[in-house]
């Protein structure tokens, strides 16, 4: 089988990868076609070395390798559609985000239980809407009028609005902390977006913060989604008493720890939420408020 050629750093390569991998191919050969039609997640990792460049060179990954270069070039912002909603790879995306986005893994599983948790006529409050994925998904189908988007990070907000303006969305977007207290708080932010986690080198920025009770009594929502790393924690208390009906939740237990995450599904439980729908490795969950049991009354 002849090989698509690999590309130099040098060399031109078309944004979208699969016009790339047609024309590198003879127009008499069609057995690249399922290699071109495969979504790029199911790529593995191990093909990868640290620094991103090719262990096993093969007919599709050289293309996306020379494709993954192009993109990430600072100065550049290459366009990428997921799930119909369109982003541009932004130079201070971190090495991690990016690759994400190009291969369609970002926010894989929050959008898979997006579709078992959203409803039509639902209210949406996002809470950690980052480059405001989620939040499109949801505004493109219940309303602009319908969603809002929370973030504490000022660049990750100016992401997600450009996002909000490449698809043609307005939802209501705020640059403010939710938590349990009222007034400025301080966020760890790292040099890049998307890189937060241990190990990191953050930066500390003051940034207006409100209670998720205030929020949540405001907008009155029956979807509340949580993705703040690490920090749901805090929110856990609250966004069990406030009565919404459907939560959808990210847990970081690298972050957190495994017991403060069993912690928090216990509470959960405890509230009277039950799991609808999970990730496969359990940390991104669709909880819903089990309806009331009703004891059926003794015949007579």
Known sequence: MRQIPFYSEEEAVPLGWQRAAVSASSASEKRYDTLIDTTRHQLKRCYWSA??????????????AAQWRLLTARGRGGIVD??????RLRPEY??????????RTYAMSERALLRHALEDGDKVLEVGTGIGVIA??????????????YDAHP????????TFELNGLSPRLEHCALGRVQGRRILYAGETLGDAGPGRRPRRLMVPGRTLAEAVRTHRPTLLIIDVEGGECELMKDCVTLGVPKILIAFYPHLLGSAAVARARLTFAQ?????????ADG???????????TEEAPAS
């Open 136 to 149: 499109a998904l949801c505004a493109r189908r219940l309303g602009c009028d319908r969603v809002v988007a």
């Open 94 to 103: 971190s090495s991690r985000l990016a690759r994400e986005l190009l291969a």
């Open 51 to 64: 620094r991103w460049l090719l262990r096993h060179p093969g007919a599709c990954t050289d293309v996306l």
């Open 155 to 162: 660049a990750m907000v100016q992401a997600a609005r450009e």
């Open 271 to 279: 509230a009277g939420y039950e799991a609808a729908a999970a990730s």
């Open 283 to 293: 940390n991104r969950v669709y909880y819903r408020l089990a309806a009331p049991r």
């Open 82 to 87: 997921i799930d119909g909603v369109k982003l």
